[in-house]
Every structure is written in C-alpha cells, then in structure tokens.
C-alpha cells in the first residue's frame, strides 16, 4: 500500500510504502461502528444519581383522606406517581456502561478506519513534524502554510514542544502512535502520520 508523503508546504512529495494488512483492508462498516460505540461507552463515568422514593425529601403524612374524596388512595407523597415522587428504578454512580470487545477486533477497526481514510485521501504521511519552541503560534503558523485547519497528528515521539503548542488549538490533537484511538481518528478531517508513526502502529497492530 502507497501513502502518500507530504513536505512541510503540503504538497505531495512522494510516496510511502505501508502495509497492506493495516491500511488496504476492506471497510467494515458493522465492526467500526462496534468499535466507535464500545470506545464512547468504556470512557463513560458513572456519575449520574437519581433519589428513589426512600431518598426524596417529603413528608410521611397521607396527603388526604382514604375514602370520600373520588381520588385514588394514595399514602404518602414520595411515591413514583406523585410529580416530585422517587424514581422506580433510579440510576446509580455504580452503574456499569463498559462493553468488551476482543483484541482482535479491536484491531481490525482501527485497520479498517486507517483504510479508508488512505482511500478517502484524508491520511497523508509526513517525515517529521517539528517546532523550535512551545509557541501556539509556531504551530498555528506552520499549519498555515501546509495549508491544514482541524488536524490530528499521530507522531511517534510526542515532545513537549508539540503537546504545549498544540493543546490551545480547538481543531488540532496531537497523539503519539499507541494512544491513537477510533473515536479520534474518524472526528478529524484530515490525519497527519509520521513516518515513525507508521512504523510504530504497523509494529503495534501486526
């Protein structure tokens, strides 16, 4: 498989050679979405609470008489039906939201994604992806002259040049090759490999 190499203008220069297994797979659609899904649902913290008839604040007294009055018997005002009554089944922090999916196919919809962004055009290689200093500027800067806007870039060596510069872009996120994640990869537009990146994700995801 051939990506094709960019230099620091944005053009293309030249092609790299990658593999087959990782970015000339077919698109599974069924398994990407499983992935994207499993992904969002594992990074979910269970802090949602809601009060059950027993945690609501209310008063014990029956609200109004048992009979005479042609309305349902009701006992006291924290029951589920009342408006302002406790939930029947309220959710807790301990709620589970995780969702297992095997390694393997894990890694068949990260080479599925990085498939069809080289197919799509919206994976492009670059030698190296360097700042002089920890500038917002510097970077926003050199974007400019790529000719790139909202980006993520998959470096293999994340310095602290990059990660300071990059964190106030609202449109960039740089990530070294084994934090790349399937949510990330198909929220951004355009992704920016290094040639280290490459090497390091066809190693990780052999």
């Known amino acids: 498989m051939e990506l094709k190499l960019i230099n620091d203008q944005g053009q293309a220069a030249a092609t790299v050679t990658a593999s087959d297994a990782l970015f000339g797979r077919d698109f599974n659609e069924a398994l990407v979405h499983q992935v994207v899904v499993a992904y969002?649902?594992?990074?979910?913290?269970?802090?949602?609470?809601?009060?059950?008839?027993?945690?609501?604040?209310?008063?014990?007294?029956?609200?109004?008489?048992?009979?005479?009055?042609?309305?349902?018997r009701a006992g006291m005002t924290s029951s589920p039906l009342w408006r302002g009554g406790g939930r029947i089944f309220p959710n807790t922090p301990e709620e589970n939201f995780t969702q297992k999916v095997n390694r393997k196919m894990y890694r068949a919809g990260l080479a599925a994604i990085l498939s069809q962004l080289a197919r799509e055009d919206r994976l492009v290689v670059i030698e190296d992806f360097a700042i002089e200093a920890p500038k917002t500027r510097l970077f926003a800067q050199k974007l400019k002259a790529m000719g790139l806007d909202s980006i993520l870039l998959?470096?293999?060596?994340?310095?602290?040049?990059?990660?300071?510069?990059?964190?106030?872009?609202?449109?960039?996120?740089?990530l070294e090759a084994q934090q790349a994640d399937p949510v990330s990869l198909v929220r951004f537009p355009k992704v920016i490999f290094t040639k280290g990146a490459v090497a390091k994700i066809e190693e990780m995801l052999a």
């Open 154 to 174: 998959v470096t293999d060596n994340l310095d602290d040049n990059l990660a300071l510069a990059s964190r106030n872009l609202p449109n960039v996120l740089v």
């Open 40 to 72: 969002q649902a594992n990074a979910r913290a269970g802090n949602r609470k809601q009060k059950d008839r027993e945690e609501v604040h209310h008063s014990t007294k029956k609200p109004f008489r048992q009979k005479g009055t042609g309305r349902a």
